[in-house]
């Protein structure tokens, strides 16, 4: 197997037209194909003549049916390749078969579906692991090993998986094929101080009034959002599904709702959003034909100990957190802002009053960091300015980038010697090819290629037009086992390389019980 660009140079050295042309010409024989998503040419069968003294020692395999030794050697490339993760790139689980002299060509599909624990992902890119196989299995052990021309033993014979990976590794039943693909990860633990939720439960049973919402446990971290719309049931967001109540809510319980608000009701100029409680929860309605007829409470929680997550990741760098809606982007800002405020002049922008609200004691919430709330949120670009011009910052912290200007500002102040931390909507896969955003990860470009270049014809591709603004992006994601977060650490070379399709090496930590978990893998993230 050789890169496509090498196969194609060498045609084109003997006159032969490659461009928009070189499918066609794989195609017409016999003996070569495209793999790895057209990005290498594959040597099919042997096509040396048998009087070359080199090729003509080349085996000759034969694809056969699946035999029982083979059936033991494909279960411990499994466990070799699913030690850390469920899913691995198809060349990787191929080249641990091959180690252990298991044919692949033209029978990996079939060596697969032999098996009731893999199967193939991602446009056959990717092998995923559907069941749990750490463990001994006395009847494959029994299997004679096949013979080797050197009469050599086979590198899994004897192999044993650690107890340690059968005590870990949890599997699920079904693996879905959409999530990112991992490679071979390597992990540690540390003891951390358990995280601590505090969540101002009173202020939204009062909001609320009269709606009966008995079954709603304010309590539980799952809880994120209220849903109170006229003529529908009310529901609640509990953990990332919708969870219907019996109430049907009427114009009267939503006027009771705005009623209940310390401020009143949101306002545009308040981008549809007021702050109230101690937790900082969140409200903003929903608007039919000029007329309110449904709001949207967001709970918001005080969270204690995440620090250790970012400890020594993330001190004197520029810093963007990002990930959907709701998984705790401005909870992690506080906190970041908290600790980096220590001996520093901190400056935080909150247009929304979402950070730290109104409070009186925000030296809780982020420390002694300095707080902004432009009078207008659209206008939040010249407040950063401000801060430069006027409030000599160490760092600058802004929640919810929105536009290109504001982008524009922090790289202006990125390149004053000022560190950056920001927030913004979506996950890092979405940045990149995000043209309002995606500037602060180094921007986007087509540009023209070279024939000797091109893959199949195609000379048009995307690359980064600048360096990046910030050096580690955090990218939060909800999970089955809770919040997860992704430290991106080479910003320029990772959003090139998820621009082209390639994976990326990820730092991920959580924090289970007093335990910080951290893996650093490859993972190949797609739209």
Not at 51 to 63: D, E, G, K, N
Not at 403 to 427: D, F, P
Request: hydrophobic share 40%; with cysteine; glycine share 4%.
């Amino acid at each position: 197997m050789v890169l496509t660009p090498i196969f194609s140079e060498a045609l084109q050295k003997r006159n032969i037209v490659t461009r928009k042309n070189l499918s066609r010409l794989i195609d017409s024989t016999d003996y070569l194909e495209l793999g790895m998503n057209n990005t290498a040419v594959v040597l099919t069968k042997n096509i040396f003549a048998a009087t070359s003294s080199v090729h003509s020692a080349l085996p000759r395999q034969t694809v056969t049916e699946i035999q029982p030794w083979e059936k033991a050697a494909i279960e411990e490339a499994a466990k070799e390749c699913f030690k850390d993760t469920t899913t691995v790139v198809t060349p990787t689980f191929s080249e641990a078969l091959q180690k252990r002299n298991v044919v692949t060509r033209k029978r990996l599909v079939q060596i697969i579906d032999s098996t009731d624990y893999l199967r193939m992902a991602m446009s056959n890119m990717a092998v995923t692991l559907t069941k749990n196989i750490f463990e001994e299995d006395p009847v494959l052990s029994a299997y004679p090993s096949p013979p080797l021309q050197n009469s050599t033993a086979l590198p899994f014979q004897n192999t044993v998986v650690p107890p340690s990976v059968i005590d870990t590794v949890v599997l699920p039943s079904v693996v879905d094929s959409a999530a990112p693909l991992a490679t071979s990860a390597t992990k540690t633990t540390k003891t951390v101080p358990p995280l601590t939720f505090d969540c101002d439960t009173d202020a939204i049973v009062e909001l609320l009034g009269d709606i009966d919402l008995d079954d709603l446990d304010l309590e539980d971290p799952g809880v994120t959002d209220i849903f109170i719309d006229v003529g529908a049931i009310a529901s609640a967001k509990v953990n990332g599904e919708v969870v219907l109540y019996n109430q049907v809510i009427d114009h009267y319980d939503v006027d009771m709702i705005l009623e209940n608000l310390p401020d009143g009701a949101p306002t545009a100029k308040q981008s549809n959003r007021v702050i109230f409680g101690q937790t900082l929860h969140r409200l903003a309605t929903v608007m039919y034909d000029g007329v309110i007829t449904g709001v949207t409470i967001r709970v918001g929680r005080s969270v204690s100990g995440l620090w250790p997550i970012f400890k020594g990741l993330v001190e004197g760098k520029n810093v963007l957190l990002c990930g959907a809606p709701n998984v705790g982007k401005t909870t992690t800002l506080r906190e970041i802002c908290k600790y980096l405020s220590d001996r520093k002049c901190l400056c935080l922008i909150d247009s929304s009053g979402e950070v730290c609200g109104d409070t009186d004691i925000r030296g809780d919430i982020v420390g002694t960091s300095r707080v902004f709330r432009p009078e207008d949120p659209k206008q939040q670009y010249e407040t950063l300015l401000d801060c430069v011009r006027n409030h000599s910052p160490d760092v600058i912290a802004i929640d919810e980038l929105n536009t290109k200007e504001e982008v524009a500002v922090c790289q202006t102040i990125a390149l004053r010697s000022i560190r950056m931390v920001a927030s913004v909507h979506g996950n890092i896969e979405d940045l990149v090819f995000n043209p309002m955003l995606n500037k602060a990860l180094g921007g986007s470009t087509q540009a023209l290629v070279s024939d000797r270049v091109a893959v199949d014809g195609k000379k048009v591709v995307t690359q980064r037009t600048t360096r990046p603004i910030f050096d580690v992006v955090i990218n939060i994601k909800r999970t089955e086992v809770g919040l997860e977060y992704w430290f991106i650490e080479d910003v320029a070379e990772d959003a090139t390389r998820i621009m082209q399709g390639k994976p990326i090496q990820v730092r991920t930590r959580r924090i289970v019980g007093d335990e910080m978990l951290e893996t650093v893998e490859e993972v190949l993230v797609s739209l």
